[in-house]
């Protein structure tokens, strides 16, 4: 067995596989929140999103989905 054991297929600590990096979203804050209703701005935080121009990774769930399109006029979304 490799000295990473059975994660040996990752390159550094926290670094996703291949295989996993296909179904991730690439989401990033485009437009603030500020004079949006609270809902929004919930959103935005179980999205992760908390600055301008700040892009995250997600996992294509239909939970992630959700949440994007609650706030789709704010953020923008690119699909692998």
Not at 22 to 29: G, N
């Amino acid at each position: 067995m490799s000295p990473m054991g059975l994660h040996s297929n990752m390159s550094r600590k926290g670094a996703v596989p291949q295989s996993q990096r296909e179904d991730q979203l690439s989401i990033t804050l485009k437009h603030s929140p500020v004079g949006r209703p609270s809902r929004q701005r919930l959103y935005l935080q179980g999205l992760g999103l908390r600055r301008l121009h700040q892009t995250v990774q997600r996992p294509k769930t239909p939970q992630v989905l959700g949440l994007i399109e609650k706030v789709r006029h704010l953020v923008e979304v690119n699909y692998p």
